[in-house]
Structures are given as C-alpha cells and as structure tokens.
C-alpha cells in the first residue's frame, strides 16, 4: 500500500511525523528535542539536496518531513492505528495497564489520560515508536519510503 502512497505523491510533499507529546514529560522532553534537531537537520539537508541532484532521495534517510507536536491525546482512530503499528504486544506500552489493543481502546475511550507519552508516529509509513529512544527514533525518521 505504501507503495501506491509514494507513487502519487506529490513532488514537494513532505510526510507528517506526529510527537504525542507531554511537557511535564522527561522522556517526551528528549524525544522532542532529538525529533526538533532532527526535522532541522532534514530542512538544512533536503536544500543542500535540492540545489544537487533533483528528484534523488539522500542514501541516509529522509530529506524532508514535517514534525507535528500534539499535547492532546490522540483520536480513537489515531490510536487504532498506533495500536496496529506497534501490534498488540505492546498496547500496554501506549495506555496504561492495556492487555491487548481490544483493551487498550476500551480503556482509552474511557479515560483518555492513561495515554502515555511520547508516542512519535510516521503516519505516512505505517510507524510508531514509543518512549525517547533514540535509536528507534533514528530509524523511524530514516526509513525511506517503502
């Protein structure tokens, strides 16, 4: 499927990467300073890239994307699709205490605060890491486009 998103996708379209984010948040404090630096890092390269080669992606990752901060909790279907990114093993790791995605949505519907931040999502790629581990976070905003 991503294949049929990158093949009509416009020239100049950028992909979206969301940081759930919560400021009283150590972890979600690193992961938004590394993901800042590296969206900075992106723009200042893709110019680089654009005044080169035209329509050659940089080898080493992403030349551009746009980092989206949300301090909210995602919409059930954000979350359904987070869930699916990260399978169900890991629903706990996204709402508090979930045993599964079933519960983790039963949960969230019912009390959206046992959302755990940060969550950063590739909407794009199908992607979510969970936490400010950075070399997750790395290989998420480096995959190229499937």
Known sequence: ??????????????????LFHSPSSPASIRAHTFLKQAAANAQSNATVDQAGDHGKQSKLGRTNFDLDVVEGPPTP??????????????AGSVVQNATG???????FNATQSLFQRPVTVDWNNGRAVVGDDESELTKLIKTLPK
């Not at 294949?3 to 969301?18: A, H, Y």
């Not at 279907?77 to 093993?89: A, F, H, M, R, V």
């Open 77 to 90: 279907d954000q979350l359904t699709n987070i869930l699916e990114y990260i399978g169900p093993s890991k």
């Open 101 to 107: 995605s079933t519960d983790a949505l039963r949960k």
């Open 1 to 18: 499927m991503s294949f049929f998103r990158n093949l009509f996708k416009e020239s100049g379209v950028r992909d979206v990467i969301t």
